[in-house]
């Protein structure tokens, strides 16, 4: 950031002044002079003067000589390639370092930028990384020497807007609070990764979900089951038994190729599943065998699909963009064949890459179904790399291209190298999530016979045990004006089922309502058929209009065709999708009745419940709580695809606990209703307050969350209301919903007789 | 009344995919009413076409929608100078004048049209006109086929289990791939390389039904796709134009199938 300079102040004379001042100190004298003379050879004599007016002002805020050095080092580099506003940039943000952040910092930073700058560059990507530096420097200096401690890594990762707009967050995060400020700027705050990712262009799997889906059906007649992994760890995808574990994001990825790449991506993977049928033995093979495994085995099932479908060679292909060279170091190689596999026109003079692909060419011509001729070749190939002395490291190898499945799930987890039993341990995870989901899949799971499901009842997973994944949702920022991607993660606690005994009694108590309900319920239902007259077809003749006919033609003028009548039914079209807030505060007293604000609201939900079955609308109950980002609890009360019955021992056994995130679960409520087909679909929340969580200090974040997340659920096509309980619920209800949209029901008591009443006044025509 | 312009003149062109001709024959001879199962465009109305040439007799096609009425089957009354007069419907005049009628994706009709033919698919083989005070009784000759695709309904649309029972019926689907690539060249001018890609692509596509789109892309999708290229649109074109497009919005389901046709090119 270049601060106003005296600019040329008609101080044409600088240099000779500085001269002047340095006269005592010859060392520096003379550096300075050599360092005037390259500058003048290079930009010429005007620029020289106005050069020197800078050194002089960087001089006078006691830079020291070792940043005068500094800069004189990257000048001797960068010249004669710089422009001279390059060169006066460097200069210009120098001296703000030095002036807010002290000298050491200036000089800390100089350092970090010039590493690895080399002779004749331009210098213009240096010179807007120190500026940024500047700028951090400017609004909080001392965050600059935390952020130097991982400089490189920011410097790989991001570019020089990349890195001024992660310094940006990160002070528009924590504009004060010092100590979260150092932890974001050393990285240390996983905020700080997840903004670096972001800046890097991360590109996420969860747009491409549904079409990749549908492809994968498409071509090879089956579904992909694909879990998302949240876990940095995890670089590359990994096959899971029938499992895809997919990173939530691939750092580094162009946005533009991002559909491309995940169609590569999983398209390999049921190549995998289409075309290998076993799984390999990992036992007596050498880490780099099992990797040759891998790489053969992924050219091979590549080809067998390519057969059946040719253009999936030229997708896999445009991955592949190692050049060819005489580097022989496993990375290279293993990048290099792996092209030469999947591209015949690649040419490589490599003896070992030759004879790979001649080996290979040869197997494949023979017997492309043999999975076996792979880890015979993986032998040879791995036994020549030992002779050639050429290092394998399990640890840093990475499978390349990164549309590759990281080769693990091909092996036989049993007999697998005990080293990798932290990476297998996910790889089971996963696989007994599979098998949980099958059991508990969410919405709509194939119908079951009644009795199955609500007599048998299944323990609760153990309070530590976190719930299945069910997806993953952004969170709003209102500090950064901006989403945070995959921030919540939002999980399946399916209900106990307990008995509903208490609850049918107390349902039997509430008869009246009941009743009362109920005519509301026939009111809303009759919708009587209506007679459409005067038509050009219909079931029947409409008797006034035939009379006018006969009269028209009679009397000789044209008739009126229109003379047939028709009956049809206007049938209610809404869908209602109930969430309701079972947070610890829920488990409050309602004054005067013995019961909890989360039991009369499951009263209410019961009765309300009872009416929907009469009428028939599409319904559908989910109860929510939070524990932290991570663990935003969902637990379904009904289905839109079950019956009314099912619901209420989960209703009964709904316990408080927990926080409220209601961004995240107004998020869900809005992904499980939208696709229902009905004309209206109407999203209505019961919470009795504010949102909080326990990881949240910001006042106001998350109900700036929630309300994005009602704009949004809008934008979709959904009527989003809420229904506020307590004396004090509807302001904070207000503010997330608006107010014509939430309805205040401060005596929690009366909820019963309003909620019905409340859902048929906004769906009644 | 004669509905001789009701018959073939020529013979549709028909590949047999089993023994459906025979089939058919023996129903038209013993009049069981026949119901043709199968997706749309598969060759169902080609093969009544076919048969009505073979067995030489006129044939009324009637397209099933939802706001037709029993009226538009049977007939009405209709307003003249003179008052009002009496026309026979479609359904009508193939029962008096011995046509095979084929009542096209019967299910788009509504339950309380439909049941107008019960009388027809028993040993009465009648026709009330309830306006009319009428009984019609069939010409030896008549013969009803409805078409029926259980691909797509929902519960809501789907044949009373009452009508169903009354027809003997024939499973239709694609062609097997080959034979399917050989009908698409020959209809669509083409070459069999040509009309084999677009019968992968058309694999690929059905693989999607019911999972983002009704029914995949039929036969005669294919034959429409193969028309185009033989116009020399670009196969990637006309796919996209006559495969991708009119088969569904969905953004998701777009994105699928527009891969699936370039992964099959
Ligand atoms: N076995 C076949 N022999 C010759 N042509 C066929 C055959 N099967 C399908 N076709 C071609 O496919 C086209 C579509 O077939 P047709 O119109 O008979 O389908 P359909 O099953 O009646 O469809 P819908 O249910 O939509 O009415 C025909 O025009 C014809 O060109
Ligand atoms: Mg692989």
Wanted: with cysteine; aromatic share 6%; hydrophobic share 45%.
């Amino acid at each position: 950031m270049a601060a106003a300079m005296p600019e040329a102040a008609a101080d044409t004379a600088a240099a000779m002044r500085l001269e002047r001042q340095l006269g005592g100190r010859p060392e520096l004298a003379a550096r300075f002079a050599t360092a005037r003379g390259r500058v003048r050879r290079a930009l010429g004599a005007t620029v020289e003067d106005v050069w020197a007016l800078r050194v002089r002002a960087l001089y006078e805020v006691n830079a020291g000589p070792a940043v005068l050095a500094a800069l004189y080092e990257l000048e001797a580099r960068l010249l004669p390639g710089a422009e001279a506003e390059t060169v006066f940039a460097l200069w210009d943000n120098a001296r703000v370092l030095c002036r807010h952040a002290g000298a050491r910092a200036a000089l800390a930073a100089l350092a970090a930028v010039g590493s690895g700058l080399p002779h004749g560059g331009t210098g213009t990507g240096e010179a807007a990384r120190l500026a940024a530096l500047a700028g951090l420097a400017a609004r909080a200096p001392d965050a600059v020497m935390p952020l130097l401690e991982v400089f490189d890594e920011l410097a790989r990762t991001l570019d020089p807007a990349g890195l001024a707009g992660w310094i940006g967050d990160g002070l528009a995060l924590h504009p004060t609070d010092r100590r979260r400020r150092a932890a974001y700027f050393r990285l240390i705050d996983p905020l700080a990764r997840l903004r670096l990712a972001e800046r890097a262009g991360a590109v996420r799997y969860a747009p491409h979900e549904e079409r990749l889906r549908r492809l994968t059906r498409a071509l090879f007649g089956f579904e992909p089951q694909v879990h998302l992994v949240a876990e940095p760890a995890l670089s590359r995808t990994r096959l899971a038994g029938g499992l895809l574990l997919m990173p939530a994001r691939f750092d580094g990825l162009g946005g533009a190729d991002a559909a491309r790449f995940f169609e590569a991506a999983m398209l390999h993977a049921a190549a995998h599943r289409a075309f290998t049928p076993a799984l390999f033995a990992p036992a007596g093979m050498k880490p780099v065998q099992r990797a040759l495994v891998a790489l053969l085995e992924d050219a091979r099932v590549e080809r067998l699909a390519v057969a059946r479908f040719p253009g999936l060679g030229r997708l896999w292909r445009g991955f592949h963009t190692v050049p060819a060279s005489p580097a022989q170091t496993i990375p290279s190689l293993f990048a290099r064949l792996a092209r030469g596999l999947a591209d015949p026109a690649y040419e490589d003079g490599d003896g070992w890459i030759v004879k790979a692909r001649d080996l290979f060419e040869r197997a494949f011509a023979r017997e492309p179904q043999r999975q076996g001729f792979v880890t015979e070749i993986a032998r040879i190939l791995g036994h020549d790399l030992g002779q050639l002395r050429i290092p394998f490291d399990g640890r840093s190898y990475r499978v390349e291209p990164a549309y590759r499945d990281d080769g693990l799930g091909l092996f036989d987890q049993d007999e697998a190298d005990p080293s990798a039993t932290e990476r297998l341990e996910l790889t089971v995870e996963a696989a007994r999530l599979r098998q949980e989901e099958r059991e508990t899949a969410f919405p709509d799971p194939p119908p079951e016979p009644p009795e199955t499901t609500s007599a048998r009842p299944r323990p609760a997973p153990p309070a530590d045990e976190p719930g299945e994944i069910l997806a993953l949702y952004p969170e709003w920022h209102p500090a950064l004006r901006a989403d945070q991607p995959d921030h919540v993660t939002v999980r399946l606690y399916p209900a106990v089922t307990v008995t509903a005994a208490a609850l049918e009694d107390r349902l039997q108590a509430s008869r009246s309502v009941g009743a009362r309900i109920g005519a509301l319920v026939r009111r809303a239902r009759l919708g009587r058929p209506d007679r459409l007259r005067r038509r050009l077809d219909g079931e029947e003749i409409d008797l006034e209009a035939a009379q006018d006919a006969l009269q028209a033609l009679r009397a000789g003028v044209m008739p009126d065709p229109r003379i047939h009548a028709l009956k049809r039914r206007q049938g209610r079209d809404v869908a209602l999708l109930l969430l309701l807030d079972v947070s610890q505060s829920t488990a409050d007293p309602v004054p005067g009745e013995g019961e909890t604000v989360l039991s009369t609201a499951a009263l209410s939900v019961a009765l309300l419940g009872q009416a929907l079955d009469g009428l028939g609308d599409p319904f559908a109950a989910l109860a929510f709580a939070s524990n932290g980002r991570s663990d935003v609890r969902i637990t379904p009360v009904k289905r839109f695809a079950e019956r009314w019955t099912e619901a209420l021992p989960r209703l009964a056994a709904l316990r408080p606990a927990y926080s409220t995130r209601l961004g995240a679960a107004i998020r869900h409520g809005a992904a499980v209703l939208a696709p229902q087909a009905s004309h209206r679909r109407v999203l209505v929340v019961v919470t009795d307050g504010e949102p909080s969580d326990i990881d949240v200090e910001e006042e106001g974040y998350l109900a700036a969350d929630a309300r994005r997340a009602v704009v949004q659920a809008r934008g979709e096509g959904l009527d989003v209301f809420c229904v506020a309980l307590g004396p004090a619920a509807d302001r904070a209800g207000a503010a997330v919903f608006g107010r014509r949209n939430t309805f205040g029901v401060s005596r929690v008591a009366e909820l019963p007789q309003r909620l019905a009443g409340l859902y048929f006044q906004l769906t009644v025509r | 009344m004669s509905l001789d312009h009701f018959r073939m003149a020529e013979e549709p062109f028909y590949t047999p995919v089993a023994g459906e001709i025979a089939l058919f024959e023996a129903a038209f001879h013993e009049h069981v009413p026949l119901m043709l199962k199968g997706p749309t465009g598969c060759g169902k109305t080609r093969f009544v076409e076919h048969m009505a040439w073979r067995l030489r007799r006129p044939l009324v096609t009637i397209a099933c929608h939802e706001d037709m009425t029993a009226a538009d089957l049977v007939g009405r009354y209709l307003l003249e100078a003179e008052g009002t007069v009496w026309r026979d419907g479609p359904l009508t005049e193939a029962v008096r004048h011995g046509a095979i009628c084929y009542l096209d994706e019967i299910v788009e009709a509504r339950q309380d049209t439909t049941v107008v033919i019960h009388p027809l698919t028993d040993e009465r083989r009648v026709l009330p006109l309830d306006k009319r005070n009428e009984l019609v009784a069939a010409h030896p000759d008549f013969f009803l086929v409805i078409s029926y695709n259980p691909g797509y309904q929902s519960a809501v649309k789907d044949l009373k289990e009452s009508t169903k029972q009354r027809f003997a019926a024939i499973d239709f689907g694609y062609a097997e791939p080959a034979r399917e690539a050989a009908i698409v060249a020959q209809e669509a001018g083409i070459a069999v390389e040509v009309a084999e890609k677009l019968v992968r692509i058309a694999i690929a596509s059905r693989n999607l039904g019911g999972h983002g789109l009704e029914e995949g892309a039929s036969t005669r999708t294919l034959i429409r796709t193969g028309k185009l290229v033989a116009r020399g649109i670009a196969l990637a074109d006309a796919c996209d134009m006559a495969i991708v497009a009119p088969l569904t919005d969905d953004r998701d389901t777009r994105g699928a199938l527009r891969s699936v046709v370039s992964a099959c090119l």
